[in-house]
C-alpha cells in the first residue's frame, strides 16, 4: 500500500510539474513580456506597458494582421469544401480500399510541410511543370505569374494543409453510424435533409477540429509565405519571427503572438461549447 | 460453518446523489455459499465491488475476519474475485494469468509452478496451460477465471455475474461446477446473480435485494415459498396474486373472502377481522377440474369440493414437460396455472373456452398483508 | 453521387496532392541541373548529397533529436496518460485541458514561448534546448494516442490484477504496460516523425551550434530548386512512409 502511494503520488506531482514548467510557465512569461517595454541593448526593459498592444491596431500591422486571418480564413474554408466530400468518400469507401485511401491521406500529413511547401516551387514556376503542361496543352500562350503571388501562398497553405482537414473528418465521419441515416431517409427526410440535420451535426467536432488545425498553422507558417510568396508578402507569421530574429522587438513579437493565442482560445471555446451541446465528452 | 468471515454494518453509498445501498446490514459465516439476487440497479454489485474494496462506502463499517477493511486496497484484500467479462490479462498465457497473484506477491517458481498446476487441474485446464486467453471457448475463459482467484487461497471469492456470458447449457453445467468446487475448497462463495434459478441451484442462502436495501435473506427454499412480500414473491418465479379480505379467525388459520368466494386459509402472521390481503399460490399450486366432468363425475366432484373459483380457459402453453393454462376467473382476474401432463392422454386436458373449477393445495398459498 | 464523381473527385484529390512529390522525385533523378527538360537518369544529386558534410551532421542531429525526443516524450505522455486513466485527483480535468491546449497551440507560439523562458533562464541554445521544445511538442501526441489505447482496456482488468495483489507500480509494469505497447510503440514513431518534421519550432529553440536537417533545407531552399535538396527531400519521404506504415501496423493490430 506504501509503495502504491508512493509510486501515484510521484506520478502525478512528475506530470503535474512537467505541464507547469513546459505548458504554462513559457506562456505566462511570454505574456508578461507582452507587457514590458523594448529596450535598445538589453531586448527588454521592466517597464510595464501597453504600447506593443496599442500598436497592433497601427494601420500598417492592422492590415497585415487582416490579410492574414482573411488568407487563413479562405484557406480554412476551401480545406473544409474540399475535403469534406472527399473525407466522406474515403469514410464510405469499402474496408480494404479505405484503408489504402487513408494511407495515402497519411503520407503527405506526416511529410515534413516544409519539403511539401518546396515541392510545389517545382510545380508553379514560370518554367514549372504547371506553365509546361498548359502550353502543351494549348490552353495558355505565355506562363502564368503565379510563384510569388499572394495566390502561390493561398495554393501553398491549401496544399500543405488539406490532410490536416482531411484526417479529422475522416474520423468523425467513419464514425457516424449508417443508420442514423438511413432511418432519417426512412422517416421521409430528403438527403439534402439528413445531410444537413444528421450527417453535419454528428461530424461537427471533426469539421470544428479540423478547422482549427488548418487555420492555425496557416496563421503561423512563415517558410510558405517565404519561400512561394517572395520577399514582399508579409503575414502574421513572419511578422512574429521579424519581431524576435531581426527587429529584435521582443514585446511586440510577443503581443502578437498573444493576439494569435487568443484568437486560438476563442476557437477552443467554440469547440468546447460545441461539444457539450452535443452531449459528448472531451476527447484529446 | 464456524464464525462469521465478513460482518457488514450499516453500509450506505451513493452515486452523484444516486443512492446505489441503504444502510446494508449483513454478516456471511465462513464456509458459506451467499448469493446476492436482484435486478440490475439494486446494489447487488456495488456491495460485492465494496467487499472487494473497489468501491469506497460513505458510511457503515465493513470487516472481514474480524478487521476492519475500510481504507484497506483490494491488493491487500484476503478476498478475490472473478469478474462479469473475466478480465483476463489478454498479453498472458492461461499458466501466467494463473501464477500472477502468486508472482507479485513474491512467491519462489517451484511454490508458483505447484500451486499454479493444482488450481489447473481443480479446474481441469491442464491441457491449455499455455493458450492465450483470446484462444479459449468461453467456459474455458470463465475457468481462467476462477482458477486465477482460487490459487491465491482466498478467504472469500466473489463472483460478480460470472456465467451470465455462457449459455444456457454450459450455464447449467457450471452451477453444478461452481457448487462442487466451493465443497471441495471449503471457502465462502459470494455470488451476483439476477437469475433466480442460478441463485437457488447453488446457494445455502440468497439475499433479495431492491434499491439498495436488502428484502429478505433465508434459505431458497424460504425465498420461494415463504416470501416475505410481494416484491421477493413475483421477482422469484411466476405468481399468482389474488386479493381478499380476513372475515373471521380460527384456531390455526382464517376464514377469508378471496375474489368473491369464501375460503379457508392457513397462515403464521397476525390477521384482523376486516383486514385486506394478498393471497399468493404458485402457478403449480393450483388445482383444476373442468366443469362439465364434475358434473358427471361425483367422486371427481368431491376431490374438488375446495375448488371454489370459477374461471373460463382462455389459452394453454405447450412447455415441454408442463402445459400453462391462461384462465380468466368468474370476477375478471387473470391467473396462470402449470399443469403436468396426463400421461394417458395424448391430447391436452383443457381446451380454450372450458368452464373450469379452481383449487389449490391447501397450505400452499402465502397470505401477505395487502400492500397499496 | 455516384461511383464514377465519386472516384474521379477521390483522384483529383490526389493528384493534387501527389503531383508536386512526384515532379519533386523525377527531379531528383534528372541529369539536367535547371531545367524542367529531361536530361537523362542519375544517382548523382544522391551522390552529392552524401559528400555533403554540413548536411550529414544536420541530418544526423536531426535523427538523434527525433529518437532522444521521442524517448522521454514516450516515458511522459505514457506516464500522464496511465495518470488520467487511473487516478481520480484535483485537476484532472485541467490536465486534460492542458494537454489538449497544448496539442491545439500553433509551433510558432510553442516556439517562441520557450524561446522567452530559454533566454529568461540565461540557457544558451543548443541541444538541450532544442530536445526540452521537441519534447514538449511531442508529449501531448504521445498521452493521446497511448491514452485511447487505455479506453480499449476493459477496466476490470486493472481491478483483477489489484484484487490478486499487485501494487500500482506492479499493475503499472507487468499490465498496462505490456498491454499498452502496440500504443507506446506508435506514439514513439509518431512522434519520431514529429520531430523530424519540425521546422518553426526548432527555428526557434536551436542554436548554430546544433543545426537541424529541416532548418538546413530551409535555408537552401530559400535560394530557389537545388536537384540535391530534391534528393534529400525524398529520402526524408521515403523515413516518414516507412514510420507512418509501421505506426499504423501496430494501431491496427489486436483491434
Redesign the interface.
Known sequence: MKDSLIFRRLVISGILGWIALFGAIPVLLLTGVSFLQRHPSDLIEAVFSMESYARLSDPAIGSMLFKSIMMATMATLLCLLIGYPFAYIVARANKCHARTMLLFVMIPFWTNTLIRTYALVAVLKADGFLNTALIFLGIIDAPLKIMYTQTAVFIGLIYTLLPFMVLPLYAAIEKLDHRLLEASRDLGASRWTTFKKITIPLTMPGIVSGCMLVFLPALGMFYIPDILGGARTMFLGNFVRDQFLIARDLPMGAASSIAMTSLMGIMLLIYYRNLRRSGRTVRL | MGHNVIDIAGISKSFDGEVALECFTLSIADGEFLTLLGPSGCGKTTILRIIGGFEEHDSGEIRIDGQSATNVPPESRAVNTVFQSYALFPHMDVYDNIAFGLHVAGKSTSEICEAVQEALKLVRLEKVKHKMPRELSGGQQQRVAIARAIVNKPRVLLLDEPLSALDYRLRKQMQKELKELQRTLGITFILVTHDQEEAFTMSDRVVVMDHGRIVQVGSPRTIYEEPSNLYVASFVGEINVLDGVIKSRGECNYVAEVEGVTVVVKSKRDFKEGDPIHLLLRPEDFRVEVMQDLEESPTLAKKFAKALLKGTVDRTYYKGATYDVDITLADGKRILVTEFFDEDSDSLYFNPGDRVAVGWFEGWEVVLPHEG | ?NKFI?AA??GL??I??????V??AA?SFNASKY??SWKGFTFKWYGILLSNTALLDAAIHSLTIAITSATVACL?GT??A??LQQ?R?K?RKA??G?????????????G??????F??AGMALGFWTLL?AH??LC??FV??TV??RFRGF?N??I????????????V?R??VL??AMPGLIAGWLLSF?LS??D??IS??TTGPTYEVL?LR??SM??L??KPD??AL?VL??II??V???MS?RLLKE?K
Open positions: 453521387m465519386k473527385y477521390a484529390v490526389y493534387f496532392l501527389y503531383l508536386p512529390l515532379v519533386m527531379y531545367s524542367l511522459i506516464l500522464a496511465f495518470m487516478y485527483f485537476g490536465v486534460f492542458s494537454l489538449f491546449i497544448m496539442m491545439m497551440t500553433p509551433d510558432i507560439v510553442i517562441i514561448s520557450l524561446l522567452v523562458m533566454l529568461a526540452m519534447v514538449t508529449v501531448p498521452a493521446a491514452y485511447s476493459d476490470s482488468i481491478e483483477a490484477a489489484k484484487d490478486l495483489g499487485a501494487s500500482e507500480y506492479q503499472f507487468h499490465i505490456p498491454m516523425t523530424l518534421d521546422v518553426i527555428f526557434f529541416p533545407i530551409y531552399v530559400r530557389g530548386i535538396v530534391n527531400s526524408m519521404i516518414t512512409v514510420a507512418v506504415t499504423r489486436k
